[in-house]
């Protein structure tokens, strides 16, 4: 729900407003900094099953695009059971995709109900390009200095380190600041569930301060 859309956002192409299913599998090349990443894009529909495994094979990392719906996540636990059996070792993550949508459940939901990390997103937005390139390096750990588009996942990294600092100086108020300044990043990136978490610890502790 949304792979070829996604891909074609990746490498900056047109983004078709008619949805056309993929019936063969593709693959896409896209650079972040340094490193070169091949996106397979293979079809979804359950008549091409027996097609998955050969594509997942090998695979360092494994991104569920699903739209966001109960019915299609239901569907989709078929996929990540497969992809535990002959990848066991890959990171996964869920791309939660038409989050505009008035049914879309919401990205903590999602994560209950897949037992994995999940990221809100709309591919049909050419903006949110450098968005999924984020993900792609939250999901693998990559060095935000490999490339520009990254900053954001290093200013978290620092604040989190600032936030440590704060603590032990017992300088609440700034560790307050640094919540919320955490949690707007991880809105960035489309981390909601780490956005909620960190304003959550941010509206606590300033209660504690009044």
Not at 73 to 92: C, D, G, H, Q, T
Not at 111 to 134: H, L
Not at 162 to 168: F, G, H, R, T, Y
Request: charged content about 30%.
């Amino acid at each position: 729900m949304g792979k070829t859309t996604t891909t074609r956002l990746i490498k900056s192409e047109e983004i078709p407003m008619q949805h056309i299913p993929t019936i063969t599998g593709k693959v896409a090349t896209i650079k972040i900094g340094k490193l070169h990443f091949h996106l397979w894009d293979f079809a979804g529909q359950d008549q091409f099953k027996s097609l998955w495994e050969n594509f997942i094979r090998g695979s360092d990392a494994v991104l569920l695009m699903t739209d966001s719906t109960l019915k299609n996540l239901e569907k989709s636990k078929y996929f990540f059971e497969l992809v535990n059996k002959i990848v066991p070792y890959a990171r996964l993550a869920v791309i939660a995709n038409k989050q505009d949508l008035p049914k879309a459940l919401k990205v903590k939901d999602i994560e209950r109900i897949m037992g994995q990390k999940s990221y809100s997103f709309v591919a049909i937005d050419p903006n949110n390009r450098s968005k999924m390139i984020r993900i792609i390096a939250d999901l693998l750990d990559m060095d935000p200095r490999v490339s520009p588009l990254l900053k954001p996942l290093f200013e978290r990294d620092n604040l989190m380190d600032k936030v440590q600092i704060a603590l032990e100086e017992n300088n609440f108020k700034e560790t307050v600041d640094l919540f919320e300044k955490i949690s707007n990043i991880c809105l960035e990136l489309g981390d909601d569930s780490l956005a909620i978490e960190f304003q959550g610890k941010a509206d606590k502790l300033r209660k504690v301060l009044k």
